[in-house]
């Protein structure tokens, strides 16, 4: 069993900061990319930051750039997602989920990924 499992979600006031980090278990691929998504009641699910297995580069949405910062341990896994000066808008269940065999180019508009984890939730505060 595949197992995926994101933490670090809180309370946080507009220009705080928050570190999400995304753990798996039973996960033994070598060629992946690591998305966070995030997902708010009424909206569609916004990708927010990619990074690769391959060569580990990154990518992020426009909205979050400069602000967000995607990384993994020496490990590849966990990946981890620093959130600083966040704002009311980033408000959202943040999810982490991998997509096998595959690179960020296009990451935004990816579908059909292979695991999901549960989420958890970043709340910011105005």
């Known amino acids: 069993e595949v197992q995926f499992v994101e933490s670090g979600g809180g309370l946080v006031e507009a220009g705080g900061r928050l570190r999400l980090s995304c753990t798996a278990s039973?996960?033994?691929?070598?060629?992946?990319?690591i998305v966070w998504f995030r997902q708010v009641p009424g909206k569609g699910r916004e990708g927010v930051s990619c990074?690769?297995?391959?060569?580990?580069?990154?990518a992020y949405a426009d909205s979050v750039k400069g602000r967000f910062t995607i990384s993994a341990d020496t490990t590849k896994i966990p990946v981890h997602l620093q959130m600083n000066s966040l704002k009311p808008e980033d408000t959202a269940v943040y999810y982490c989920?991998?997509?096998?065999?595959?690179?960020?180019?296009?990451?935004?508009?990816?579908?059909?990924?292979?695991?999901w984890g549960k989420g958890t939730l970043v709340a910011v505060s105005s």
């Open positions: 989920a991998a997509k096998l065999w595959a690179s960020c180019t296009g990451f935004q508009f990816y579908d059909g990924m292979d695991y």
């Open positions: 039973g996960f033994t691929f070598d060629d992946y990319a």
């Open positions: 990074i690769s297995s391959r060569d580990g580069s990154t």
